[in-house]
């Protein structure tokens, strides 16, 4: 019994130092993952971002002043700003309408009031008007911005670094970097519901529509100035066609 109770005994505390051992590697494996952890929120980002920089002096803000709508610092609740005045897009829209250009696409009130270019937009029935006509016809195309358009097109390119960046690439690679600015060939005063085949695809040869019921623009067209002079009339002429055929035998025959 006593030789039995002894090795009892030893098992049993031997059972117990494994168990500490097992806890005591857990714990450690526990607190190196946390070091790590730390250790990774600490410096891994400033190995890709680097250290954090020094903040600046604060800049004042000019913005809304919430404080001064709710004392009614004006007499009204309306919106008040540090600047003493606030550009919206109804402001921007005033803006556009004070240059004579039109914003989203709508008529400005002055056309509306005379007339002008808004043929089809106001709808009416009865005692009762809405801009329907808009949604299906609205374009942005009016007197003022056709003017633009043509002095677009007629300056070319006016940038002075681009004029000389320009020089360059001709003297060193044979042609030259930028161009003028493209101008869009709309021009808003097209009468029908939908564009003709002419019109979409730009070929009229029995001039059923050029002139008719389609009429280009005149602003010119600055990105094809560069090609012209340069292709015969018909493009590719039946003579050219025969001498390159001809240039391709190895017999004549």
């Given at each position: 019994k006593n030789t039995c109770s002894l090795k009892h005994c030893w098992y049993r505390s031997m059972e117990l130092q494994m168990q500490e051992r097992r806890q005591g590697a857990h714990a450690r494996g526990v607190l190196t993952m946390v070091?790590?952890?730390?250790?990774?929120?600490?410096?891994?980002?400033?190995?890709?971002?680097?250290?954090?920089?020094?903040?600046?002096?604060?800049?004042?803000?000019?913005?809304?002043?919430?404080?001064w709508m709710l004392e009614r610092k004006?007499?009204?609740?309306?919106?008040?700003?540090?600047?003493?005045?606030?550009?919206?897009?109804?402001?921007?829209?005033?803006?556009?309408?004070?240059?004579g250009l039109r914003y989203r696409m709508r008529p400005t009130p002055q056309e509306y009031k005379e007339g002008i270019g808004v043929d089809n937009l106001m709808w009416q029935i009865g005692p009762f008007k809405?801009?329907?006509?808009?949604?299906?016809?609205?374009?942005?195309n009016n007197k003022a911005l056709r003017e633009l358009k043509r002095k677009i097109a007629s300056a070319g390119l006016t940038d002075p670094?681009?004029?000389?960046?320009?020089?360059?690439?001709?003297?060193?690679y044979g042609h030259e970097r930028w161009g003028p600015q493209y101008v869009d060939q709309t021009s808003g005063e097209a009468k029908t519901f939908l564009r003709g085949l002419a019109a979409w695809s730009g070929l009229d040869p029995k001039k059923e529509e050029r002139g008719v019921t389609w009429f280009e623009p005149d602003y010119g067209k600055p990105w094809l100035q560069k090609y012209i002079?340069?292709?015969?009339?018909?493009?590719?002429?039946?003579?050219?066609?025969?001498?390159?055929?001809?240039?391709?035998?190895?017999?004549?025959?």
């Open positions: 070091l790590i952890a730390t250790a990774s929120v600490l410096y891994l980002p400033q190995t890709f971002v680097g250290s954090k920089t020094p903040a600046g002096p604060n800049v004042a803000r000019q913005g809304y002043r919430f404080d004006d007499g009204t609740f309306d919106l008040q700003t540090q600047d003493g005045y606030w550009l919206g897009e109804k402001g921007f829209e005033r803006t556009q309408a004070a240059q809405w801009k329907a006509g808009e949604a299906f016809g609205g374009t942005s670094a681009q004029i000389a960046e320009n020089e360059y690439w001709v003297q060193r002079g340069t292709k015969e009339k018909g493009f590719v002429s039946p003579d050219q066609v025969k001498k390159e055929y001809d240039t391709g035998k190895l017999l004549d025959k």
